[in-house]
């Protein structure tokens, strides 16, 4: 073990780098296979029903664990139709485009005290411009199709997308002012001394407002329009069969657990531990390490699935009133409430 | 060595973009290929060091700027050869533009000649440094007066455009949100007694279910 562990410390820097990249990039994928699993057996508990339970059991134990799997080779071997009319490289590029962001702002995100990919220090900002970059797919899908309900998916999308960026933005100015810096883990540290100085504690209302536009920018229930498969079919994604479909799901599901983990990072300290300063600082569950992160995170990825088995979807133009008449406003007043705390030194900010 | 294979490399991507938003027929196709302009500047700034500004230029050009400019002209239907017609009345502009450029570039190089080399770029930062707190700490102190002047200007432009276009119209009949919400159960269902006493009729013994308040 430890002359493994030599070896992987003599490794030069760009080989261990890459071999994160890979890692991490293996994990989420995997994730992504697994949450679509979690996500029918939960939407089917709520609603009384048992979900996936055919496909693979182990020893009985865990019915339907290969579901995602079956559903992979299912769409590998369907046939990608290319509508005549549509544009055809960009209708072949859109896919990877929404999926090249949800892989890549995984670079930034502090996975444990001593892990991360890239340390940068306009971590946030990288985050936000690439989550930024992810609406492309959905407008060229749209507008590549060629066809009226793909086109206004595209158009309520792109629409929605750049209102909710607007408080999404200002709702992690709040937290860039708290820590004082745009770097993630240093966020995460400067929450550091128990539940008390997480975030979500002192910027309550922005923490909602992240939360609801994360929904908001990730397409999901109940901010699917662009969807909206009783209105127009399946928005931009309607004429997308087999694997070129199934790299928009990936997409939308890496997305969700990347804005999962955002929150954890911004509101809910990362891989801090609950019970610190609560227990003793040698005890074991006071000590701050990925699984707290991944605590964290399954839980928002769950609350994701909650909003969509029990809320109908909104409005076109109540989203629009929502993000830009409550949203927005909401995110400016704490803005201003959090700056009087930091320069009078409330809550978490007395230390320093 | 390897910075310059990415400089040129991404330079190389630059100038084919910037020619693909002016040579290609298709509207949309012009506005895809500034963004991808923006973003290989984004990346040539990151190779001299400044990945505050990168990352704002892909945040704010890319994901907010384009996106609008990719809304409007996808919506709009635009007429390819009447907009190819101006070619020869706008090349006189096009070209006095041209030249100004190239005077430009030229300058640079003639100012190297004269001992002030803008061509060989930035030394090297120190580790700690970080240009997003360099950057903020000269826009809040010394700059903090035209910071707030963009600012406002910024705001009464947001301004002149909503006024520009809100039209008040009459004879609309749009909801208001307030009323909606305020509505209550009470103002809507009006529970009532079966008036049917015989008991055979449709509404028999249904009376205290909140279907047989509904119909009444």
């Known amino acids: 073990m430890t002359a493994l562990l030599d070896l992987w410390a003599s490794l030069p820097d760009v080989v261990r780098s890459t071999a994160w990249i890979l890692i991490v990039t293996v994990a989420v994928i995997l994730s992504v296979a697994f949450t679509t699993l979690w996500e029918r057996k939960v939407i089917g508990w709520m609603q009384l029903r048992k979900g996936p339970n055919r496909v693979g059991s182990i020893f009985g134990l865990l019915p339907g664990i290969f579901q995602p799997f079956a559903d992979v080779i299912k769409l590998l071997l369907k046939e990608v139709v290319l509508p005549s009319a549509a544009n055809k490289w960009l209708f072949r590029v859109a896919p990877a485009i929404t999926l090249i962001p949800a892989f890549a702002a995984w670079a930034v995100m502090p996975l444990d005290p001593n892990l991360v990919i890239a340390d940068i220090d306009a971590g946030l900002l990288y985050v936000l411009s690439l989550t930024s970059v992810g609406v492309y797919g959905v407008i060229l899908a749209g507008w590549a199709t060629n066809s009226k309900y793909a086109f206004l998916g595209a158009m309520r999308s792109a629409a929605q997308i750049v209102a909710y960026e607007i408080a999404m933005g200002f709702a992690l100015v709040g937290v860039v002012m708290a820590a004082g810096t745009l770097n993630l883990g240093d966020i995460v540290r400067a929450q550091e001394g128990g539940l008390g100085s997480w975030f979500f504690i002192w910027l309550f209302p922005l923490f909602v407002v992240y939360l609801i536009s994360g929904v908001a920018e990730t397409n999901r229930a109940p901010f699917d329009v662009a969807e909206g498969e009783s209105e127009i079919v399946a928005g931009f994604h309607v004429e997308y069969s087999g694997i070129a479909f199934a790299l928009f799901f990936l997409a939308e599901y890496a997305n969700m657990i990347?804005?999962?983990?955002?929150?954890?990072?911004?509101?809910?300290?990362?891989?801090?531990?609950?019970?610190?300063?609560v227990l003793a600082a040698d005890n074991p569950l006071a000590q701050p390490g990925f699984h707290w992160l991944f605590l964290k995170l399954f839980f928002f990825l769950t609350c994701f699935m909650w909003y969509r088995a029990t809320f109908p979807r909104y409005r076109y133009d109540q989203i629009m009133r929502l993000g830009w008449k409550v949203l927005i406003p909401v995110t400016l007043v704490w803005i201003a409430v959090a700056a009087v705390m930091v320069h009078f030194r409330v809550g978490p900010w007395s230390a320093n | 060595m390897f910075v310059q294979i990415l400089f040129y490399a991404f330079s190389a991507i630059l100038l084919a973009a910037a020619l693909g938003v002016i040579a290609s027929r298709n509207p949309v196709h012009s506005a895809l290929s500034l963004v991808l302009a923006f973003f290989t500047s984004a990346a040539l700034w990151l190779l001299i060091e400044v990945e505050f500004l990168a990352i704002v230029l892909v945040l704010v050009y890319v994901g907010a700027v384009m996106v609008l400019f990719l809304f409007v002209v996808m919506m709009l239907d635009v007429n390819i050869e009447r907009v190819r017609g101006g070619f020869i009345r706008h090349a006189g502009l096009g070209l006095v533009v041209a030249v100004l450029v190239a005077a430009q570039m030229i300058g640079v190089f003639w100012a190297r000649d004269l001992g002030v080399d803008a061509t060989l770029g930035a030394?090297?930062?120190?580790?700690?440094?970080?240009?997003?707190?360099?950057?903020?700490?000269?826009?809040?102190?010394?700059?903090?007066?035209?910071?707030?002047?963009?600012?406002?200007?910024?705001?009464?432009?947001?301004?002149?455009?909503?006024?520009?276009?809100?039209r008040q119209r009459p004879g609309l009949k749009p909801q208001d949100v307030a009323q909606q919400v305020a509505v209550r159960r009470e103002d809507r269902v009006r529970l009532v007694k079966d008036v049917d006493a015989s008991g055979t009729g449709p509404g028999a013994g249904r009376d205290a279910s909140p279907r047989g308040g509904e119909g009444a």
Request: charged content about 10%; aromatic content about 14%; proline content about 8%.
């Open chain 1, 258 to 277: 990347l804005i999962s983990g955002l929150t954890a990072v911004f509101f809910l300290g990362g891989w801090l531990s609950p019970f610190e300063g």
């Open chain 2, 123 to 166: 030394p090297p930062l120190p580790d700690d440094y970080s240009n997003t707190r360099a950057l903020g700490e000269v826009l809040y102190t010394q700059y903090v007066y035209p910071f707030e002047l963009a600012a406002v200007l910024l705001l009464v432009a947001i301004v002149a455009a909503i006024t520009l276009t809100l």
